[in-house]
């Protein structure tokens, strides 16, 4: 019993030591690991900090590039969100490789797994692509009022995925990219001017004619209606039941609605006999630019020696 003490002794001692070794192993393991964690989470806190500044310094200089006009506000949006994404991904990159996967092994995953990845982001694939489309053949801008799927509204912003619009009431609507591109697209905005076109139906013993007068001297005798082309008013259907007339006149965009309505309220009180309110006040005149911002505006819209 004696003679086995020492080799008991012995055993003990290097079962100790080979303990104490595996502790000391994964205490350091879990110091590396600990150490990696915090430097990962600082990584990506700098990369949310970099997207930001990214997607800001990306608009500030698509907006220096049209110097002599308003900004882009179209491709300002749509270049600083593709800048955001780029940071973001290449942050997250460098993330999963602090925390031990190698940029290979990460490139190698993503290779082999991409026909899975296209496959179940297709819908948002064919929506950058289609985002992509929008903005090389720009059928609208920021800012500009359509009519995209039923919904009419003006446009707030072009990502790479959606498109945002704020209908009149004030809704916000979101539209993916895809489904906008292969839609009907009508853009009131485009044009600088549009013309009102309001039709009436008059019972057929009404007098068209002096109705139809009474509305052309109604659009001509409103401010916001444009001199030329020169407003009409003509007969467009004779009906067993009624007769059918139109005038026609031009305006601004922004004056359209406004016109339109004034029109239209002619129309149902000429056709029941009414008498018309005065037609609307000239707008007021826009004040002149103060005289430095006058000399900045020469100064930007002066072509470059």
């Given at each position: 019993?004696?003679t086995?003490?020492p080799?008991?002794?012995?055993q003990l001692?290097?079962a100790?030591?080979t ?6 192993k ?35 200089l ?54 899975a990845?296209g496959l ?14 929008l903005?090389?053949f ?8 359509v ?11 072009l ?10 009431d ?16 009508i ?9 009102v ?20 001297a ?5 401010p916001?209606v ?20 139109a ?32 037609p609307?006040?000239?707008p ?10 006058a000399?900045?505006?020469r ?5 470059d020696?």
């Amino acid at each position: 019993m004696q003679t086995l003490d020492p080799e008991l002794s012995a055993q003990l001692q290097r079962a100790l030591a080979t303990d104490e070794t595996v502790l000391h192993k994964f205490a350091r393991a879990a110091g590396d690991m600990s150490v990696n964690l915090v430097v990962a989470v600082i990584i990506l806190v700098a990369t949310f900090w970099a997207a930001g500044w990214a997607d800001r310094v990306a608009r500030r200089l698509i907006g220096r590039v049209n110097r002599l006009g308003p900004p882009d506000v179209t491709l300002q949006t749509f270049g600083g969100s593709a800048a955001r994404y780029l940071v973001v991904v290449v942050g997250v990159i460098a993330v999963l490789q602090k925390l031990g996967m190698q940029a290979t092994s990460i490139l190698a995953v993503l290779g082999a797994a991409s026909l899975a990845v296209g496959l179940a982001l297709q819908g948002a694939l064919s929506n950058v692509a289609a985002g992509v489309m929008l903005l090389l053949f720009r059928p609208y801008r920021v800012g500009d009022v359509v009519e995209i799927a039923g919904r009419v509204g003006t446009v707030q912003a072009l990502d790479l995925f959606v498109t945002e619009l704020a209908t009149p009431d004030n809704v916000k609507v979101v539209l993916p990219n895809g489904k906008v591109f292969g839609d009907v697209i009508i853009n009131t905005s485009f044009h600088p001017r549009r013309r009102v076109d309001v039709v009436v139906r008059l019972e057929p013993k009404v007098d068209a004619v002096a109705i139809l007068a009474a509305l052309k001297a109604r659009a001509e005798a409103n401010p916001l209606v444009l001199p030329e082309p020169a407003p009409m008013s003509e007969v467009t259907g004779l009906f067993e039941t009624y007769v059918q007339v139109a005038v026609r006149a031009w305006a601004a965009q922004p004056d359209y609605a406004a016109v339109r309505a004034d029109l239209l309220l002619a129309a149902r009180l000429l056709a029941a006999g009414e008498a018309l309110p005065p037609p609307p006040a000239a707008p007021a005149p826009k004040p002149a630019p103060k005289p430095g911002r006058a000399r900045r505006l020469r100064r930007l819209s002066a072509p470059d020696a």
